[in-house]
């Protein structure tokens, strides 16, 4: 019998996080992928949006969430911002609470969290894999989104705790900086060694 370890993965901006989660997945892993669910919950249909709409009028539609309308009334507003997230916040750890029990008998789960060491969010976490690469690489990636601009860039790194503090805090460093066949086999090699430690 198992006793069920809780992984939690992160990794700044254009590290190669979504990567190794669906990495993680191909190998059977179950990954709760927070900004997924939120996507989900706000999505058409969702069932955040009439709290979202009687606290923010005009900001969801047939669609769901207008993910524009809703960032500028929350944007540099600390109070607004804190009223989103006392809707967002319980919702997601419901959905997380679900997770778990579906995959209670399992040896090993993943957490995506991707501003895990920015809003400290590593509670209940067993361990810690963060995704790094070299910096030029990640700027190479970064800068090839859609609307990505250098200054946007400069913005986001600013507001994220530095890819080499990572590093350290991590009990495991996952590198994208090698080929696809070199990551697939650190990923395979860190869920091997939890799974054999954890199987009783």
């Known amino acids: 019998m198992s006793k069920l370890f809780i992984l939690g993965l992160t990794g700044s901006i ?4 979504s990567a190794v989660a669906l990495m993680l997945r191909e190998l059977g892993v179950p990954v709760f992928d927070a900004d997924a669910v939120v996507h989900r919950l706000q999505g058409p249909g969702g069932k955040l949006l009439p709290a979202i709409e009687a606290a923010f009028p005009g900001t969801t539609g047939p669609g769901g969430v207008d993910r524009q309308a809703l960032g500028a009334r929350v944007f540099d507003d600390r109070a607004a911002l804190a009223r989103l997230e006392a809707i967002v916040h319980p919702a997601v750890a419901e959905e997380r609470a679900t997770f778990l029990i579906e995959h209670g008998g399992e040896p090993l789960v993943v957490f995506d969290i991707p501003l895990l060491y920015e809003k400290g969010d590593g509670s209940g976490l067993d361990a810690v894999v963060v995704v790094s690469a070299p910096a030029e690489m990640q700027r190479q990636r970064v800068l090839a989104r859609p609307g990505m601009t250098p200054e946007k860039f400069a913005q986001i790194l600013r507001l994220q705790v530095p890819d ?3 590093r350290v805090r991590a009990d495991h460093v996952i590198d994208t900086g ?12 860190l869920v091997k060694s939890i799974r054999e430690k954890n199987w009783r």
Do not use: D, I, N, P
């Not at 254009?14 to 996080?17: E, L, Q």
């Not at 080929?179 to 650190?186: D, F, G, P, Y």
């Open 178 to 189: 090698v080929t696809l066949a070199q990551t697939r086999a650190e990923v395979a090699a």
């Open 14 to 17: 254009g590290m190669g996080k």
């Open 164 to 166: 080499a503090e990572k």
